[in-house]
Nanobody, 125 residues
Framework: QVQLVESGGGLVQAGGSLRLSCAAS????????MGWFRQAPGKERELVVA????????YYADYVKGRFTISRDNAKNTVYLQMNSLKPEDTAVYYC????WGLGLAVRSDQYNYWGQGTQVTVSS
């Protein structure tokens, strides 16, 4: 069983920045593919960024490319999402996800078997 706990969400003005954190309970954290997803009211959950097991490859959705950056600290079993130049359309609940099997990137939500509880990000105009 893997527990994922997100933190760092909040209210920020357009153009501002936030850093989300996702702390994982597993010791084999570095073997997991990780992803950040988001879901806005009335919309489907969508991928923000994925990082492969071993953290060698990343995939950014076009709508965040150049603005968001994923990173990790294996010593802390934590993945971070640095969000810069935030826009009102970035407003959503952001979820961290882990895939504990397989290799490579996972870009679909159904490829992940563990999810955090989500953290709200609200960007005001």
């Amino acid at each position: 069983q893997v527990q994922l706990v997100e933190s760092g969400g909040g209210l920020v003005q357009a153009g501002g920045s936030l850093r989300l954190s996702c702390a994982a309970s597993a010791r084999t954290f570095s073997n997991y593919a990780m992803g950040w997803f988001r879901q806005a009211p009335g919309k489907e959950r969508e991928l923000v960024v994925a990082i492969s097991s071993g953290f060698t490859n990343t995939y950014y959705a076009d709508y965040v490319k150049g603005r968001f950056t994923i990173s990790r600290d294996n010593a802390k079993n934590t993945v971070y999402l640095q969000m810069n130049s935030l826009k009102p359309e970035d407003t959503a609940v952001y979820y961290c996800a882990a895939r504990t099997w397989g290799l490579g990137l996972a870009v679909r939500s159904d490829q992940y078997n563990y999810w955090g509880q989500g953290t709200q990000v609200t960007v005001s105009s």
